[in-house]
């Protein structure tokens, strides 16, 4: 029996809606900083979409786990009116891969509200079908390019830091060699 859990809550951002098209509003930079650096631990994964000074987040994991963080969310005072709208069972995460997959305020998404009849984005409005269809988006949509690649792991950063010792002793050797090369080559 899978012990995956999906869950999709809405809230209201505190912070002054700045919708900066595709520069990413710093607050939402620094929770998606926050996101990356915790859920790989905790093993969830999902994906965020802020527009209109809404945010609406998917989340997958072991209940416990999103159980968890919903508590740590509902204290968190860049947002309020933190709004479950569905939870269910899964058999496998949808978003395995991403820590925290960020998705801009898009055309895709405009055009999914305008056939919603929506002008804004606000899905306090939305019935389940509009929650199941915004999810498929997120899904299927690339995420926002800047925010593309996920925060280097401490692994990653260990091994760059291996590679550049690495280069460094071998430039050393190279330059020992070419001073050897030129003493030898002097005393001749
Ligand atoms: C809309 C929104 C979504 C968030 N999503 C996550 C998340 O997926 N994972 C996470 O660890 N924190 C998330 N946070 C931040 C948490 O509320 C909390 O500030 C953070 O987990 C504290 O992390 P720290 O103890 O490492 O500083 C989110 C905050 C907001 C406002």
Redesign the pocket.
């Known amino acids: 029996m899978s012990l995956w859990q999906r869950i999709v809550y809405i809230?209201k951002?505190t912070f002054a809606n700045a919708d900066r098209g595709p520069v990413i509003e710093p607050?939402?930079g620094r929770?998606?900083m926050?996101?990356?650096?915790?859920?790989p631990t905790?093993g969830?994964v999902?994906a965020?979409y802020?527009g209109d000074g809404h945010?609406f987040?998917v989340?997958e994991g072991e209940a416990a786990a999103i159980d968890a963080?919903l508590d740590?969310?509902r204290?968190?005072p860049?947002?309020d009116d933190?709004t479950v709208l569905s939870r269910v069972r899964i058999e496998q995460p949808s978003f395995s891969g991403w820590?925290?997959k960020y998705v801009a305020a898009a055309d895709e998404v405009r055009r999914l509200l305008a056939s919603f009849g929506h002008r804004r984005f606000d899905p306090y409005d939305f019935d389940d079908m509009q929650v199941a269809s915004m999810v498929a988006l997120l899904q299927h949509r690339p995420p926002a390019p800047d925010l593309h690649a996920e925060a280097p792991s401490r692994r990653d950063r260990d091994d760059a830091a291996r590679l550049a010792r690495r280069a460094l002793a071998v430039g050393a050797a190279a330059l020992l060699l070419s001073l050897l090369a030129i003493v030898l080559a002097w005393r001749r």
């Open positions: 809230s951002a607050q939402i929770i998606l926050q996101s990356r650096r915790n859920n905790r969830l999902g965020l802020y945010f987040q989340l963080l740590t969310l204290k968190d860049r947002h933190l820590s925290m």
